[in-house]
């Protein structure tokens, strides 16, 4: 029996990038979407053009670079917006526009307050109505293919939804998204709009309906699929549910539960599930958030069984306890073990795999790095890889340098570290105490550096495990309400922690360059 398909609009890169204290850099960017790419969605939302010079170089490149999907780029319903997204598009094979604006009464009242919109909330409301249209319309110049966000629909009146609607796609758009932008709505009552936006907007058939939920009250990933039960062909999702505030509806959730549970929903997606698992990892570790062990689908416990009870029947017959099998999911199994013996050639398949796709010169400098590595660890795991690249490649321009660090750490002396880095070029030495020996190093980065950004949050974990684990350190400053992060992994946690200081500050100093 064939079964219709539903759409997978991926929006890790947008809406997963607004996740609080994440930014990330073009080049992520690119390996992100290049596994998107493999994994088979239908498309990737690449950033908002107009935010910022790097999201409109990151829609451009991938633009460029990403081939299968259709890149698609957010924008208000603005013309300056919606002309970034047409010339950040250009090069893209197949492109999308998502243009809108807020269509429940608390955002038009809202966003709306200037006098300029109309003095009553009906002005206001029919205001908007000619501004979403004239939106698709200017976005329809750019391409065929333009979708329209009804922003905070899970809370608007259901009527000017309707009219919202007609008109829009009236006007040339070709995609309805019906996001419940605050995560406010329960599955049955989210299921019957999507029903009624069927019956009641005259012109839907011209038009495919589009989910987009937000996980406020843990609902994103049931209110998605009950907008599929009633007839949305497109859902919008980020892996691992990362986005503002709570997240996204999970992308490997609603994917799972569509084919584990296919006799039910009878719907198909374009996904390979296979690569979720190592999409997941790649996200986590690009945005710095990392999975809670006993998350659906990807968390490290997801095909964990430890009661007794579980085991003995799971080892009679795995169908007992375990409704997905790991592989479906590309769980990690038996896989080649990577050791200080293994070769370029080794290295590049098993990158290659992790969805990394090196050049050359990038390859040796990995690998360089793998064999330092390599002969610290009997075994290196794909983890110390991720650290590695994250260090070696998803590099920025390098404004600070630390070229020395020395940190002594005796019982009951304050810790004492010294350090040398290298500020454009020239030298700057400092020697600085501290409550423990990776204060004593980012005081002494400090006074090197004159860098006075304030250290909201530091972090280490071990990427993976024994004694000669590599640590991974996350550090996020402020400056100017603006949040930085900055990683690193060494086997030694203190220069680990040091360099991933240093590397929030270039981070820094690259968007000051960026934004002046
Ligand atoms: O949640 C939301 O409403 C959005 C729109 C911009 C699509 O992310
Ligand atoms: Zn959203």
């Not at 053009?49 to 170089?57: A, G, M, T, V």
């Not at 790991?326 to 050791?339: I, M, N, Q, R």
């Not at 969805?355 to 690998?367: A, P, R």
């Amino acid at each position: 029996m064939s079964r219709e398909k539903i759409l997978i609009f991926d929006t890790t890169l947008r809406d997963g990038e607004q996740a609080a204290g994440t930014r990330l850099d073009v080049r992520e960017k690119l390996d992100i979407a290049r596994q998107l790419a493999r994994l088979g969605v239908d498309i990737i939302e690449a950033g908002f053009p107009i935010s910022s010079p790097k999201d409109f170089e990151a829609v451009q490149l991938l633009s460029k670079e990403i081939q299968g999907p259709v890149i698609c780029a957010l924008s208000r319903a603005v013309a300056d917006d919606i002309d970034a997204c047409g010339k950040a598009l250009a090069g893209a094979k197949r492109s999308r526009i998502h243009t809108g604006l807020g269509v429940s009464d608390i955002h038009i009242s809202g966003k709306f307050s200037d006098d300029k919109y109309g003095k009553t909330l009906e002005e206001k409301k029919a205001k908007a109505i000619e501004m979403g249209v004239a939106a698709v319309k200017r976005a329809r110049q750019y391409t065929d293919d333009v979708e329209f966000y009804a922003e905070d629909s899970g809370r608007a009146d259901p009527e000017y939804l309707y009219q919202v609607l007609e008109a829009v796609v009236n006007a040339g758009a070709t995609v309805l998204n019906i996001p419940d932008t605050t995560g406010y709505a329960i599955p049955d009552e989210f299921g019957k709009l999507i029903k009624n936006i069927k019956q009641r907007v005259s012109n839907i058939e011209k038009a495919t309906i589009s989910v987009h939920c937000h996980d406020d009250l843990g609902m994103a990933v049931a209110n998605s699929l009950a907008g599929v039960l009633n007839g949305a062909r497109q859902v919008e999702c980020t892996i691992n549910g990362v986005g503002e505030r709570a997240g996204n509806a999970a992308m490997e959730e609603i994917v799972m539960a569509l084919r584990t549970r296919k006799n039910f929903f009878n719907i198909e997606t374009n996904i390979e599930s296979k690569h979720f698992y190592r999409t997941s990892r790649m996200v986590a570790d690009m945005l710095g958030i990392e999975v809670a062990v006993n998350k659906a689908v990807v968390g490290k416990n997801a095909f964990a069984h430890s009661s007794g009870i579980h085991v003995d029947g799971f080892l009679k017959k795995r169908e007992t306890y375990e409704i997905m099998k790991p592989e479906d999911v590309g769980s990690p199994s038996s896989k080649v073990v990577l050791t200080a013996r293994t070769g370029r050639h080794g290295v590049r398949h098993r990158l290659e795999e992790m969805g990394y796709h090196l050049s050359t010169d990038e390859l040796e400098q990995v690998y360089q790095r793998f064999l330092i590595i390599a002969d610290k660890k009997k075994e290196v795991f794909d983890e110390d890889l991720a650290a590695i690249i994250n260090d070696e490649i998803h590099t920025i321009e390098q404004t600070y340098v630390l070229e020395y660090l020395k940190v002594v750490s005796e019982t009951d002396k304050a810790p004492v570290a010294e350090v040398k880095v290298i500020v454009k070029g020239e030298i700057k030495t400092a020697t600085a105490e501290g409550d423990g020996p990776i204060d004593a190093a980012y005081q002494a980065i400090r006074e090197a550096t004159g860098v006075t950004a304030k250290l909201e949050n530091y972090s280490i974990r071990a990427v993976t495990g024994g004694k000669e684990a590599l640590g991974e350190a996350t550090v996020k400053i402020t400056e100017n309400g603006k949040i930085y992060i900055g990683r690193s992994a060494s086997t030694d946690i203190i220069e680990a922690s040091a360099k991933a200081y240093i590397d929030s500050i270039n981070r820094m100093a690259s968007a000051a360059v960026n934004e002046s």
